[in-house]
């Protein structure tokens, strides 16, 4: 078989399909933009809720990271607990925490309030030390999480490795049991089906173009100038993620898009599966340019990371096929016969301090800065900032936190800097 540019996830799927002939609603109460994880699932609560909520999505469902990415729902944040408590202080970092945890079981509950069949599965993460020092950190982790947070990991010392995972590159490794897996395109297909039962209305090849305040019949608002004609709504939802453009502009100068590769292989045969992966979890190491690897329910290896700092291109997703590979097999020399079936890209959202932030810029709503722990922490996200804007106050850690922009306001949305960053983050591997 030959190497297919295309998402693994999606051949295994039917997405959603919407009546493209429908028109715009004249208003709503709530306009959503973007059809992942976030808003779809800001938009099945707040249409539980009995709003009327129309969501804009320019591609079609789940079209954005959420299809494609490694399907890994994962506890924690991206920096580590030491990091957090030395910048947010011990009371905000563990609701910080409590959050990560709390995300998962939104999922989970998502997924057996909706029925969705997409594998959910609480076969915990592993994380790998490629150095000695990476995995002394883990002890200190450890220990802080279990103090602070009252959550229990489980160091993996290097001669028992062997029991988590079928590589000997690794100085040790650290288990949380509480993380779970998913199918991510089935997660999304159907978590946008959930949104439409609940009533919102889901318009897809939907464009957002622009969006200015406006007052309607007395009410404030806004005015939605979208590729499909106008709208307007009381209030603003975005969930745009690394594909935040131009029609929110102030957003777009705080998120550094940045791209995500993985490939899968061919059909692993039973042991060699299991040999690799006995626990089925899903592993990451301790890189800034990380390797992230699960198997997949049919028992491919699927195994992603930063090939390239840039957004997906098609020439960006060739060669990140080789460069993952040759990864693969520095993990993995039992793969070196192994054919790569597909391979495929993604864009993710970091914001400049690498935390997830949430609230109101310039009067509109969003959540972004996942940082690639976005499959739990959009879902969740989604659901709490449709409760702040149905008028409650969930406790949202994320919100209110500083939301820096670049160091001298050198951005304008447009990631010149990437090669700096993919080098300067290839020399911290290299000394750290
Ligand atoms: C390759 C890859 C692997 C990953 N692996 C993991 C993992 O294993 N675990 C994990 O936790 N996270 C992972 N992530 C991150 C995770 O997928 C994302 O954080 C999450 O999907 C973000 O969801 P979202 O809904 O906010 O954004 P997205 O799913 O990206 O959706 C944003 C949507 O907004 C739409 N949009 C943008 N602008 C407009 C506009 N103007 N008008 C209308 N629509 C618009 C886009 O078309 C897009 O569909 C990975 C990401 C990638 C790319």
């Known amino acids: 078989m030959t190497l297919r540019e295309e998402n693994f996830w999606l051949t295994t799927v039917a997405m959603p399909s919407t009546d493209r002939s429908v028109s715009l609603p004249e208003t709503a109460d709530v306009a959503v933009i973007g059809a992942g994880f976030t808003g779809l699932s800001a938009a099945r609560m707040l249409a539980k809720k009995g709003a009327r909520v129309v969501v804009f999505e320019a591609e079609t469902i789940g079209w954005g990271a959420s299809s494609r990415n490694g399907g890994m729902v994962l506890t924690g944040l991206k920096l580590g607990v030491n990091k957090l408590v030395r910048v947010y202080g011990r009371e905000r970092t ?113 464009s957002v173009e622009n969006v200015e305040r406006a007052t309607r019949q007395g009410s404030q608002g806004w005015r939605l100038a979208t590729s499909r004609g106008t709208s307007w ?130 009067g509109m709503y969003y959540a972004v800065g996942y940082a690639g722990h976005g499959v739990a922490m959009a879902s969740y996200q989604g659901q709490l900032m449709a409760q702040r804007i149905a008028g409650e106050k969930p406790d949202n850690p994320f919100e209110g936190i500083p939301f820096p922009g670049a160091p001298l306001g050198l951005y304008d949305g447009r990631p010149w800097f990437l090669p700096l960053a993919g080098a300067y983050y290839k020399f911290l591997d290299w000394v750290s």
């Open 233 to 362: 709504a009381r209030d603003v939802f975005v969930g745009t993620s690394g594909y935040t453009g131009a029609a929110t502009p102030a957003l777009r100068k705080k998120i550094i898009p940045i791209g995500s590769y993985i490939i899968a292989t061919e059909v692993l045969p039973e042991n060699l599966a299991w040999e690799l992966s006995p626990n089925n979890r899903m592993i990451y190491d301790s890189k800034n340019y990380i390797y992230y690897y699960r198997l997949t329910p049919d028992r491919r290896m699927l195994f992603g990371g930063r090939a390239a700092f840039f957004p997906e291109s098609r020439d960006s997703i060739r060669r990140s096929a080789e460069i993952l590979r040759r990864g693969m097999i520095e993990v993995y020399p039992q793969l070196r016969e192994t054919r790569v079936e597909f391979v495929w890209g993604g864009t993710l959202d970091f914001a400049f301090d690498i935390m997830p932030h949430a609230g109101q810029m310039d």
């Open 94 to 206: 563990r609701k910080m925490y409590a959050a990560s945890l709390a995300s998962i079981d939104c999922v989970e509950q998502i997924v057996r309030e909706e029925g969705i069949a997409c594998g959910f599965s609480r076969c915990g993460h592993l994380e790998v030390a490629c150095k000695q020092a990476h995995f002394d950190d883990y002890a200190r982790q450890v220990e802080v999480i279990a103090r602070e947070f009252n959550h229990q990991l489980k160091i993996v010392p290097r001669q028992e490795l062997r029991t988590e995972i079928g590589s000997d590159i690794y100085f040790g490794g650290m288990v949380d049991q509480i993380s779970a897996g998913v199918n991510p395109a089935q997660y999304v297909a159907d978590l946008g089906r959930a949104a439409m039962r609940a009533g919102a209305c889901v318009f897809e090849q939907t």
